[in-house]
């Protein structure tokens, strides 16, 4: 795999937030991504967000599993503290992260396909620990990094680039959120930047479980069987020594709409994808509320974005378990290491 860093140089008159840093000193390095993939909007979008609130890159803890979503933590705070983990089992190392440091603001992104299949159990139970974090998903229906097929996350009927429908029901990552008992929810998409920013922005200063589904469309697998342009076609007749892509470039897809209206945005492949922004006397302290609009919209075809539910008095793992105030990485021997007496007293309170 190869790294491109950004360049250092940079304009002199770059505007500085409260602790003096540039937008600049939030980036990472230089995407590998497809031109166009809505993942590089979304870590444009962390990036804004985290400027914005004027924290120390180095206070942050990034987390991630395996996937196209997955690689987009080496563009964003590449002066953070980072950990990508294997597939489906970031939660684990989130949580590990979280209780060892507890001063580390935790952000974890994931995909579709990381969290909604092979990690499917794994979300379930670092929703209900409650672990203290923004936990992100860059939602796009599919497998990038294996060419393309259904992930759990893609609606019925919908067709692959060849043409074949999906025959299966999909799993809503933000309903099963909601149902599992996260603080917040919302979801987004990865073109109507005005939104995604202030909600990645409340997510990670949120106290609690925060999850964010982010719709973020893939550009490598949106043309159809029969083109003789396509890039299926092209390989069925040629011959090939090295096969390699070319991904067209496309002009970025961006939403901006009043709420409690719906908006029609157009895909790079003629479908469309249809947005529906809350009204602003929507209540977002009504889980139940909130997940029966969802499956009415959904009813109509339309994907609900704003933020659909927060908790006021939520709580996070550390309440539930009564840990140690200090971080666990900042305690000394005698307090790690207190004496058989007190273990024995430990074990004594179990019988």
Same mark, same amino acid.
């Given at each position: 795999?190869?790294?491109?860093?950004?360049?250092?140089?940079?304009?002199?008159?770059?505007?500085?937030?409260?602790?003096?840093?540039?937008?600049?000193?939030?980036?990472?390095?230089?995407?590998?991504?497809?031109?166009?993939?809505?993942?590089?909007?979304?870590?444009?979008?962390? !990036?804004?967000?985290? &400027?914005? /609130?004027?924290?120390?890159?180095?206070?942050?803890?990034? #987390? %991630? =599993?395996? *996937?196209? +979503?997955?690689?987009?933590?080496?563009?964003?705070?590449?002066?953070?503290?980072?950990?990508?983990?294997?597939?489906?089992?970031?939660?684990? !190392?989130?949580?590990? &992260?979280? /209780?060892?440091?507890?001063?580390?603001?935790?952000?974890? #992104? %994931? =995909?579709? *396909?990381? +969290?909604?299949?092979?990690?499917?159990?794994?979300?379930?139970?670092?929703?209900?620990?409650?672990?203290?974090?923004?936990?992100?998903?860059?939602?796009?229906?599919?497998?990038? /990094?294996?060419?393309?097929?259904?992930?759990?996350?893609?609606?019925? =009927?919908?067709?692959?680039?060849?043409?074949?429908?999906?025959?299966?029901?999909?799993?809503?990552?933000?309903?099963?959120?909601?149902?599992?008992?996260?603080?917040?929810?919302?979801?987004?998409?990865?073109?109507?930047?005005?939104?995604?920013?202030?909600?990645?922005?409340? =997510?990670?200063?949120?106290?609690?479980?925060?999850?964010?589904?982010?719709?973020?469309?893939?550009?490598?697998?949106?043309?159809?069987?029969?083109?003789?342009?396509?890039?299926?076609?092209?390989?069925?007749?040629?011959?090939?020594?090295?096969?390699?892509?070319?991904?067209?470039?496309?002009?970025?897809?961006?939403?901006?709409?009043?709420?409690?209206?719906?908006?029609?945005?157009?895909?790079?492949?003629?479908?469309?994808?249809?947005?529906?922004?809350?009204?602003?006397?929507?209540?977002?302290?009504?889980?139940?509320?909130?997940?029966?609009?969802?499956?009415?919209?959904?009813?109509?075809?339309?994907?609900?974005?704003?933020?659909?539910?927060?908790?006021?008095?939520?709580?996070?793992?550390?309440?539930?378990?009564?840990?140690?105030?200090?971080?666990?990485?900042?305690?000394?021997?005698?307090?790690?290491?207190?004496?058989?007496?007190?273990?024995?007293?430990?074990?004594?309170?179990?019988?």
């Amino acid at each position: 795999m190869t790294f491109v860093a950004k360049p250092k140089v940079r304009h002199p008159l770059l505007p500085v937030n409260e602790i003096g840093l540039t937008r600049r000193d939030y980036e990472g390095l230089v995407s590998t991504l497809c031109a166009g993939c809505g993942h590089d909007s979304v870590s444009a979008a962390l !990036v804004q967000a985290c &400027a914005e /609130l004027s924290i120390p890159p180095h206070q942050f803890a990034k #987390v %991630s =599993g395996i *996937g196209c +979503s997955s690689k987009t933590p080496s563009y964003f705070l590449d002066k953070s503290h980072g950990f990508n983990s294997v597939h489906g089992r970031m939660p684990s !190392v989130a949580t590990g &992260a979280n /209780l060892a440091n507890r001063q580390l603001y935790c952000i974890g #992104v %994931s =995909g579709d *396909g990381d +969290s909604a299949s092979i990690g499917f159990g794994q979300f379930a139970h670092i929703v209900r620990r409650r672990v203290n974090m923004l936990y992100l998903v860059d939602n796009n229906g599919t497998y990038g /990094l294996t060419k393309g097929q259904f992930s759990a996350t893609n609606d019925k =009927g919908s067709t692959s680039k060849k043409g074949v429908p999906n025959l299966y029901d999909p799993i809503d990552l933000v309903c099963i959120a909601l149902q599992l008992g996260a603080s917040f929810v919302a979801r987004s998409f990865s073109g109507d930047k005005a939104q995604l920013v202030p909600l990645i922005k409340a =997510g990670i200063m949120h106290h609690g479980f925060a999850f964010i589904d982010v719709i973020s469309p893939c550009v490598a697998f949106n043309n159809h069987e029969g083109s003789t342009k396509s890039f299926d076609y092209v390989r069925k007749h040629s011959e090939h020594v090295v096969v390699a892509d070319y991904i067209e470039e496309h002009e970025e897809i961006t939403a901006d709409y009043a709420p409690g209206t719906t908006e029609d945005v157009p895909m790079p492949d003629g479908s469309i994808l249809r947005l529906s922004k809350l009204d602003k006397n929507f209540d977002v302290h009504d889980n139940v509320a909130a997940l029966n609009y969802i499956q009415q919209r959904q009813e109509e075809g339309e994907v609900v974005t704003g933020l659909l539910y927060v908790d006021p008095e939520a709580s996070d793992c550390h309440e539930v378990l009564h840990t140690a105030s200090q971080p666990l990485n900042a305690l000394g021997e005698a307090d790690l290491c207190p004496g058989s007496e007190t273990l024995e007293a430990i074990n004594a309170s179990f019988r």
